[in-house]
């Protein structure tokens, strides 16, 4: 261990996970992982995702050594600030994380927890898969057709963009250099405005679309898609499409083939044991995850379009409720729910803690634990089939059994004891 940590306890059991040269991880038997149970509702779905991931790891000849680190609230507690040194440079030094949702107060200094972690640890990528389980109530017809995983840029577009506020000088400033200095005395119109400017850079386009195409090859998907509004901004989305495609054709062989050429020289029939790779318009791309959704495995996008692209897909398959996600940075995980924290939830023990046991999953499979990722996940589909679940879904299911969060996840460690 290389950082004294101030207020945080370094469990003594467990051992260290490692990085080598190449980005690869060495995974002991009884791994370290610091955990934030986050925010209003966290309290309720952290310690109860725990006890399931536990039993995942158990069931498989494993165990978790978690270290208890704070962000939100419960750093302000502690720490009397929101994101302290202690919380950044344990998921630094430790590699794999796990986190419930985060509040961001008024006056916090940051725009979003969420974002700051996501900025201060280089995680670039900000993946969503989105499936579904046998059980969960869902608006459309099939929704088991939907079985994607959502790359979505972390550290680009309006995310990390800059603001002008109407009635500034700054903005002003900005206004008369884009109409005087560049020509564009068209652009905007008289009186108060806003302006704003996103960045996408070659860089942070091409690890985003290398992670995508590295996780699909490796998880025997058929295709990556780039979603982009290149037609309108042709030099920040246009631009993270073509140079998404200079990844495919320059870095992978023949494993990787555009959807040009599959239809050039293959007749559209795709060659076994190879990616496609195609690209989208985004409001197009809304429309096919209902009306062609079994055409898509991965989705590489850039941060707003793939903000608004998982909620929607996440809609198909029964809600963010359920919905799972990670941040990957270079040898790095850190894990957690899409959803908020709901504060006027907080502490009753009823929130439905799916998505965070579902985030764990994706965290285990990061770290090659990929059997007990797949007990994890057959054991919440038994809960939710069964009719056993949490006051979300039981008032959607006919004859369903509401259980408390904590009951919940006893249910499930239940099923996977069963299964193992």
Same mark, same amino acid.
């Given at each position: 261990?290389?950082?004294?940590?101030?207020k945080?306890?370094?469990p003594?059991?467990?051992?260290?996970?490692?990085?080598?040269?190449?980005?690869?991880?060495?995974?002991p038997?009884?791994?370290?992982?610091?955990?934030?149970?986050?925010?209003?509702?966290?309290?309720?779905?952290?310690?109860?995702? +725990? !006890?399931?991931?536990?039993?995942?790891?158990?069931?498989?000849?494993?165990?978790?050594e978690?270290?208890?680190?704070?962000?939100?609230?419960s750093?302000?507690?502690?720490?009397?600030?929101?994101?302290?040194?202690? @919380?950044?440079e344990?998921?630094?030094?430790?590699?794999?994380?796990? !986190?419930g949702?985060?509040?961001?107060?008024?006056? /916090?200094?940051?725009?979003s927890?969420?974002?700051?972690?996501?900025?201060?640890?280089?995680?670039?990528?900000?993946? #969503?898969?989105?499936?579904?389980?046998?059980?969960?109530?869902?608006?459309? !017809?099939?929704?088991?057709?939907?079985?994607?995983?959502?790359?979505?840029?972390?550290?680009?577009?309006?995310?990390?963009?800059?603001?002008?506020?109407?009635?500034?000088?700054?903005?002003? +400033?900005?206004?008369?250099?884009?109409?005087?200095?560049?020509?564009?005395?068209?652009?905007?119109?008289?009186?108060?405005?806003?302006?704003?400017?996103?960045?996408?850079?070659?860089?942070?386009?091409?690890r985003?679309?290398?992670?995508?195409?590295?996780?699909?090859?490796?998880?025997? #998907?058929?295709?990556?898609?780039?979603?982009?509004?290149?037609?309108?901004?042709?030099?920040?989305?246009?631009?993270? #499409?073509?140079?998404?495609?200079?990844?495919?054709?320059?870095?992978?062989g023949?494993d990787?083939? @555009?959807?040009?050429?599959l239809?050039?020289?293959?007749?559209?029939?795709?060659?076994?044991?190879?990616l496609?790779?195609?690209? #989208?318009i985004?409001d197009?791309?809304?429309?096919?995850?209902?009306?062609? @959704?079994?055409?898509?495995?991965?989705?590489a996008?850039?941060?707003?379009?793939?903000?608004?692209?998982?909620?929607?897909?996440?809609?198909?398959?029964?809600?963010?409720?359920?919905?799972p996600?990670?941040?990957?940075?270079?040898?790095?995980?850190?894990?957690?729910?899409?959803h908020?924290?709901?504060?006027?939830? /907080?502490? !009753?023990?009823?929130?439905?803690?799916?998505?965070?046991?579902?985030?764990?999953?994706?965290?285990?499979?990061?770290?090659?634990?990929?059997?007990?990722?797949?007990?994890?996940?057959?054991?919440?589909?038994?809960?939710?089939s069964?009719?056993?679940?949490?006051?979300?879904?039981?008032?959607?299911?006919?004859?369903?059994?509401k259980?408390?969060?904590?009951?919940?996840?006893?249910?499930?460690?239940?099923?996977?004891?069963?299964?193992?």
């Amino acid at each position: 261990m290389s950082h004294e940590y101030e207020k945080v306890e370094v469990p003594a059991d467990g051992e260290q996970i490692t990085a080598n040269d190449d980005g690869t991880l060495n995974v002991p038997e009884n791994p370290v992982i610091p955990i934030i149970h986050g925010d209003g509702i966290g309290q309720d779905v952290g310690p109860a995702a +725990q !006890k399931v991931l536990d039993a995942a790891a158990e069931a498989t000849g494993r165990s978790v050594e978690w270290m208890r680190v704070y962000a939100g609230q419960s750093a302000r507690d502690k720490y009397d600030e929101n994101l302290p040194d202690d @919380t950044v440079e344990a998921i630094k030094e430790f590699h794999v994380a796990i !986190k419930g949702p985060l509040t961001t107060p008024v006056g /916090a200094g940051f725009r979003s927890l969420n974002v700051a972690l996501r900025q201060k640890l280089d995680l670039y990528a900000n993946v #969503r898969p989105t499936y579904h389980l046998d059980g969960v109530p869902s608006p459309v !017809k099939n929704p088991g057709a939907m079985d994607m995983v959502f790359f979505r840029e972390n550290t680009e577009d309006v995310y990390a963009g800059i603001e002008w506020e109407a009635g500034t000088d700054e903005v002003q +400033q900005v206004k008369e250099f884009v109409e005087g200095e560049m020509g564009f005395d068209e652009t905007m119109h008289d009186g108060p405005i806003g302006i704003g400017l996103k960045p996408i850079s070659e860089f942070g386009t091409k690890r985003l679309v290398r992670e995508s195409i590295d996780y699909a090859l490796e998880n025997d #998907r058929d295709s990556v898609t780039l979603v982009h509004k290149g037609n309108i901004m042709k030099f920040t989305e246009g631009a993270f #499409r073509d140079w998404g495609y200079e990844v495919a054709e320059e870095e992978y062989g023949e494993d990787v083939i @555009t959807e040009d050429t599959l239809w050039e020289e293959h007749d559209g029939e795709q060659p076994e044991g190879t990616l496609v790779v195609k690209d #989208r318009i985004a409001d197009n791309m809304l429309q096919q995850l209902l009306t062609r @959704t079994g055409d898509y495995d991965v989705i590489a996008t850039m941060n707003l379009n793939g903000d608004y692209m998982s909620d929607a897909a996440g809609a198909q398959i029964g809600g963010l409720g359920i919905a799972p996600g990670a941040n990957f940075g270079e040898t790095r995980c850190l894990a957690e729910p899409v959803h908020g924290s709901a504060p006027k939830h /907080a502490g !009753k023990d009823k929130a439905n803690p799916t998505a965070l046991i579902l985030s764990g999953r994706l965290m285990f499979e990061y770290m090659g634990w990929d059997d007990a990722g797949k007990l994890i996940r057959d054991a919440v589909e038994e809960s939710i089939s069964s009719g056993k679940v949490t006051y979300d879904l039981e008032r959607q299911i006919e004859g369903g059994e509401k259980l408390k969060a904590s009951e919940f996840a006893e249910n499930v460690v239940e099923n996977i004891h069963e299964l193992s």
